[in-house]
């Protein structure tokens, strides 16, 4: 867990292969399948969609276990009381900064993985005819609960960029964020992973479509 001071920071490379083309899909996927939830005609795209991001999920939990430094979950999983204090900072002239994901970042990425996961679950288990209504409406709530958690997750990154006067969405497509040079992952982080992730999402769709 990785707390530094805003002295002596230069752009460094923060987020692994993984970590950005499973994030991107994962955002991709499951707003398509939110957008195409109630045509009967894009069912297709909707189920192959919501398959994307149930595999998209699996792989990035594993990877929170054995991915590159700032990709695992013991890198940016602070207390809730840390979370807090974290907040408090944004109101002063000098928020705390963190290298990989912030105390409340930490948590939003646990809530988006899990509610993407219920969401991306209880469908499959709806189109396998899984459970009935209840799980059909489960499916509904956890839809709905999951693109509230992304719109306050877009502002809360859009506030947060503002408050550190530093793009926190640039490290997601060219990995380089601002950091001590100790805490710069290598060049080639995750690229096998990333390209294993690739084929494992193909298998995964038409292993269940």
């Known amino acids: 867990m990785e707390h530094t001071q805003n002295i002596d920071l230069t752009p460094i490379r923060v987020w692994d292969w993984t970590v950005r083309v499973s994030h991107w899909t994962l955002a991709v996927s499951f707003i398509t399948a939110y957008a195409t939830s109630e045509s009967e005609s894009l069912r297709l795209i909707h189920n192959t969609a919501g398959l994307m991001t149930l595999a998209a999920v699996i792989y990035r939990v594993a990877w929170g276990f054995v991915g590159s430094r700032h990709a695992r979950f013991s890198a940016f999983l602070y207390s809730p009381v840390r979370a807090v204090v974290y907040l408090k900072s944004l109101t002063t002239q000098a928020p705390d900064h963190f290298t990989g994901h912030n105390p409340a970042g930490g948590w939003a990425v646990i809530g988006l993985l899990a509610l993407a996961l219920l969401t991306a679950g209880t469908g499959l288990a709806n189109d396998l005819e899984l459970g009935g209504s209840l799980v059909e409406k489960a499916h509904d709530v956890f839809a709905n609960l999951a693109i509230a958690m992304v719109a306050l997750h877009l ?51 038409m292993w269940l479509r």
């Open 155 to 205: 502002v809360a990154v859009a506030a947060s960029s503002f408050l550190h006067k530093e793009n926190l969405v640039k490290p997601m497509l060219w990995a380089r964020k601002m950091g001590q040079k100790a805490e710069e992952i290598p060049a080639g982080a995750g690229l096998v992973s990333a390209l294993v992730f690739v084929v494992w999402i193909a298998a995964f769709v």
